[in-house]
């Protein structure tokens, strides 16, 4: 099971002290966050892809490149990558170069983005969003899996005897991961491939994630990955704990209030009773996690957002401390009680490559050895 952090990004005013912080700040806010979360315990940082205000991460490739440099076994992914309005033969280099910088530990969430004006700013139509979503990936894997590419599709130039470079380190492209909050057609094209699914339900009501959730099992089985037990899930939550739950709500709540996610509609209590969103004491924060399994079965990741609507970056360290320190070690215990020997990790470079390789005929190995050499 792997536990970590993602982040969409915003750059938003704080509304107990009135303080935006800068698009310096709220950069360099989010690299120090990815760094902390490595030594809190975590497994993954990931970040959004917005190309719009008040977001700031509109080059997800260049923040997680930093942040390889600075660190050394966390796993550097995206919570999306648009792979709408990108090019796929720009994402396939840019990540197979990412993912050789970083020695491997790369993965990536594709999207679709929920902002309109986006799509004509880079020459599309949201109208086109599904069919733009299953054409560029569909050649995004041709550009990771075949050396030369011959294609010719309806939304982009057409690719004579195309090479993409780099190749994927060792062969082996990121993991992906297909992000959704409510299309069930990215859930039957991550289980078509036999790729993740993840589903982002932090504002959703949780019987409709388990519908979806439900759909990518059964045609991931339908398909010949695995049981659907085996389908590779991962989910979201937005936590904010203090010592006791009455503090923890009392800060919390200007900031939910003001979000223009969140606040305006149902509220605090009613959306913690509804969503993910855990705010309370670690204890509490940890018995709503658990929970999620038996909703959902056995997942494989559970990623947590904890530093948007203008907190303050200072109480957003601390939030990873909590969160390392008294409630990540018993929710890994907890999370791998009764799990079944038969449900799989998350994928990372390393175990791919090992299947890969153990795939392989004998002698196989040897032969690849001498021709490196």
Known sequence: MQFGIFTVGDVSRDPVTGRTPTEHERIKAMAEIAIKAEEAGFDVFATGEHHNPPFVPSSPTTLLGYIAARTERIILSTSTTLITTNDPVKIAEDYAMLQHLAGGRVDLMMGRGNTGPVYPWFGKDIRQGIELAVENYALLRRLWREDVVDWKGNFRTPLQSFTSTPRPLDDIPPFVWHGSIRSPEIAEQAAYYGDGFFANNIFWPKDHFQKLIGLYRRRYAHYGHGTA????????????????????????????DHSPLMGGGPSLEQYMEQTPLSVGSPQQIIEKTLTFREY???????????????????????????????????????????????????????????????????????????EAV
């Not at 904010?240 to 923890?248: G, T």
């Not at 038969?342 to 994928?347: F, I």
């Open 296 to 370: 959902f079965g056995d997942y494989q990741r559970q990623l947590f957002n904890i530093d948007g609507a203008g907190l303050p970056h200072k109480v957003v360290l601390e939030q990873l401390d909590i969160l390392g320190e008294q409630v990540l070690p018993v929710l890994r215990a907890e999370f791998a009680k009764n799990r079944p020997a038969e449900v799989p990790d998350a994928p990372t470079h390393a175990s791919l490559l090992a299947a890969r390789d153990a795939a392989q005929p004998a002698g196989q190995n040897d032969e690849n050895e001498r």
């Open 229 to 256: 037990e085996q389908a590779i899930v991962g989910l979201g939550g937005q936590v904010f704990m203090r010592a006791n739950s009455q503090d923890a709500i009392s800060e919390y709540r200007p900031y939910f």
